[in-house]
């Protein structure tokens, strides 16, 4: 889904940080890559930053989105190395994200039919 990862994009040393500590980290960066305050011969440049930005701060800012980024995060990690050897933790985390999809499809069909029956 992203080529960088999002929350070194915002300048953020941890994945486990507040929504106030990414608002913030934001809110620098905002500042230091605005296309307004930046020379006009960098224009382009930054508003391409820029955009990256707030595209990373509208995924880490909802909660929904940042719980499926932080889980294509760590399998990127697991699975990243190229070697081909999976540990334990990689196989188990691949489990429990299969296992989370499986019963959001199941809630959301369960839902479905309670709508249609009334």
């Known amino acids: 889904m992203h080529n960088k990862n999002l929350y070194q994009l915002l300048s953020l040393?941890?994945?486990?940080?507040?929504?106030?500590?990414?608002?913030?980290?934001?809110?620098a960066k905002a500042l230091q890559l605005h296309p307004?305050?930046?020379?006009?011969?960098?224009?382009?440049?930054?508003?391409k930053q820029f955009v990256e930005l707030h595209k990373?701060?509208?995924?880490?800012s909802d909660p929904n989105t940042r719980r499926m980024y932080d889980q294509e995060l760590s399998l990127a990690e697991c699975f990243g190395?190229?070697?081909?050897?999976?540990?334990?933790?990689?196989?188990?985390?691949?489990?429990?994200?299969?296992?989370?999809?499986?019963?959001?499809?199941?809630v959301d069909r369960l839902a479905r039919m309670?709508?249609?029956?009334m």
């Not at 990373?56 to 880490?60: D, F, G, P, R």
């Not at 309670?114 to 029956?117: F, G, L, Q, R």
């Open 114 to 117: 309670k709508n249609e029956s």
């Open 81 to 106: 190395n190229g070697s081909g050897h999976h540990s334990g933790f990689c196989k188990r985390k691949v489990w429990e994200i299969q296992l989370a999809g499986l019963k959001k499809r199941s």
């Open 36 to 47: 307004d305050v930046c020379p006009s011969s960098l224009a382009e440049e930054y508003t």
């Open 13 to 27: 040393e941890s994945t486990h940080v507040s929504f106030v500590d990414i608002k913030k980290a934001y809110r």
């Open 56 to 60: 990373a701060y509208e995924v880490l």
